[in-house]
């Protein structure tokens, strides 16, 4: 039986060394957990021993974690800005919509962050903002409905 090749997942370079930089975090905390695990199961009953089932509980996300990190890092590929007046992920866009303007950095799927300006492709609007120029204005879905946005610069 043959496996199915997976698709690439784009990523930034900065988006890839923090991957890798978690990764590291992750796996130099988890022989702490494992103790963590071992002392808490060595306090008897297990059924109503509440740190066991913590400390399990929290090794588990590790483990889950370290995992998605894993598979993505072997499905990653770093995208390159390219053609220069288009946007493309690691793209830094200012799009003005009916709040204003605001700037973005175009990311790949799973780096996504609002907080700190990093936009998804996978969001409606990063989607709708790739492969356009400046001057552009894209419709995009939001749950509240169909908004506008016009890409004031790319650089």
Known sequence: MSQKKLDPIP????????????????????????EEVAAARSQGDLSENFAYH????HLGMLDGRVQTIENTLKRAHVAESGVSGIVRI??????????????????????????RGLMSVAAPLGGALVDRRAGDTVTFKTPAGERQATIVSIS
């Open 90 to 115: 690691g793209s830094r866009v200012v799009v003005r919509d009916e709040f204003g303007d605001a700037t973005y950095e175009i990311v790949g799927p799973t780096e996504g962050n609002m907080a």
């Open 54 to 57: 913590d400390a399990r509980q």
């Open 11 to 34: 990523i930034t370079a900065a988006g890839l060394e923090a991957l890798k930089a978690e990764l590291a975090d992750l796996r130099a905390r988890r022989p702490a957990m494992v």
